[in-house]
């Protein structure tokens, strides 16, 4: 099946900084998700987004709707030791059934 | 409280042998249940898509004789994978077609 492009795959960051990733496609989506998923669990949805230029917050989380629709990025702000894990972007869409799910970005916080 | 309960949460079995997981939506009704598969340091692949009282979809590449679905209520599917071999050893995940707000617990299954 298709896949998100998405990036970075991993970051090794300090507590406090700021984190940006983005998934990008060459399919157009109805709807981009953010998920975090920990080892052995099932990813739990962060944001949804279903308007192509939505911008949407939730605490230190930010995501945004591309204006093309074949693009989203998460920013989390000032992130802290709780952050570290799997990020994956998610689209509906794209003449696929379910979700198509970017690689992920491994994120690595360092005391 | 899980809205998607997911069962077993890991199994280990022997070559040849046959597992079946469980999927149960606990507060609403779900005509359509997605299937995942995850393997180590990968992303969640689509498997297939089971509907309640017909047959389910299979994505290309994956064998239907192989990982059987069943969704012959509106709140229970199950996959079974059959003749399990150790290739199959992955992360199981699933998630009720009329939200992408939620999934099951997943289950890992190793196959020895």
């Known amino acids: 099946g298709q896949q998100l492009n998405q990036s970075p795959q991993s970051m090794f960051i300090q507590e406090g900084e700021d984190v940006s990733m983005n998934c990008t496609s060459s399919?157009?989506?109805?709807?981009w998700l953010w998920y975090k998923q920990e080892p052995g669990e099932g990813p739990v949805l962060l944001i949804a987004l279903y308007k192509a230029g939505e911008l949407t917050s939730n605490g230190r989380l930010t995501a945004q709707f591309g204006i093309t629709r074949k693009d989203s990025f998460l920013n989390i702000s000032a992130s802290i030791p709780r952050d570290v894990g799997i990020y994956f972007c998610?689209?509906?869409?794209?003449?696929?059934?379910?979700?198509?799910f970017g690689k992920g970005t491994h994120l690595i916080i360092q005391p | 409280g899980a809205v998607v309960s997911q069962h077993p949460s890991w199994v280990i079995c022997k070559s040849g042998t046959s597992v079946k997981i469980e999927c149960r939506s606990l507060?609403?009704?779900?005509?359509?249940m997605f299937w995942y598969r995850q393997f180590p340091k990968q992303s969640l692949m689509l498997m297939a898509t089971?509907?309640?009282?017909?047959?389910?979809?299979?994505e290309q590449g994956v064998e239907k004789d192989k990982f059987l679905i069943n969704h012959a209520s509106l709140t229970l599917s199950t996959l079974t994978v059959t003749s399990a071999h150790p290739e199959d050893s992955s992360f199981y995940i699933c998630?009720?077609?009329?939200?992408?707000?939620?999934f099951g617990q997943g289950t890992r299954l190793t196959v020895v």
């Open positions: 998610a689209g509906v869409g794209g003449g696929a059934d379910g979700l198509t």
């Open positions: 399919s157009i989506f109805n709807t």
């Open positions: 998630s009720p077609g009329a939200t992408e707000a939620f």
């Open positions: 507060d609403f009704q779900a005509t359509t």
């Open positions: 089971s509907n309640e009282g017909s047959k389910a979809t299979y």
